[in-house]
């Protein structure tokens, strides 16, 4: 029953993550979109490179501490998740050997290239338009 709970949680984070992710998408091609239509294209896109910086020193660092401080990330993350003790299982329950640790560590990479890649694709949807609004001039 506590592993079911446990996958009940999951599932709700993940469609909480999901919903966040959709959300944020939307507002910054929208942002994006009306910014590039103004006139304030030398701003924005300044602005908008700099925020872009920090987000990949930002995910840089996150994959960084997964590397290093699997173990500390991994339990952090269920601590402040999760409710308390729903979450750790005895190594032979089926939750654990259907999702060993090397499942979950594949799955934050993922998680976080993810974002990575949407950056990249921002990032050069941002050139576009302002290029193209702008006649070819950035």
Same mark, same amino acid.
């Not at 910054?28 to 925020?51: A, C, P, Q, T």
């Not at 930002?58 to 993350?77: K, N, P, R």
């Given at each position: 029953?506590? &592993?079911? #709970? ?5 599932? @709700?984070? %993940? ?9 944020? #998408? /939307? +507002? ?9 239509? *103004? #006139? ?31 173990? !500390?990330?991994?339990? +952090?993350?269920?601590? /402040? ?10 190594? &032979?329950?089926? %939750?654990?050997? %259907? ?12 998680? +976080?290239?993810?974002?990575? /890649? @949407?950056?990249?694709?921002?990032? !050069?949807?941002? %050139?576009?338009?302002?290029?193209? #609004? &702008?006649?070819? *001039?950035?």
């Amino acid at each position: 029953a506590s &592993e079911i #709970n446990h996958l009940t949680d999951v599932k @709700q984070l %993940l469609k909480t993550v999901k919903l966040v992710t959709i959300g944020s #998408n /939307v +507002l910054l091609f929208l942002l994006i979109w009306v910014f590039g239509k *103004r #006139n304030l294209s030398k701003k924005i896109l300044h602005l908008i490179k700099e925020s872009g910086v920090i987000y990949f020193l930002f995910l840089t660092t996150i994959f960084f501490l997964l590397f290093f401080f699997w173990q !500390f990330i991994f339990v +952090l993350f269920h601590q /402040v998740l999760f409710p308390t003790g729903s979450w750790a299982f005895p190594a &032979e329950s089926t %939750l654990i050997r %259907l999702f060993p640790e090397s499942f979950w560590q594949k799955i934050f990479v993922l998680c +976080l290239t993810f974002p990575f /890649v @949407q950056m990249v694709i921002g990032f !050069f949807l941002t %050139l576009y338009i302002f290029k193209k #609004n &702008e006649g070819g *001039r950035v």
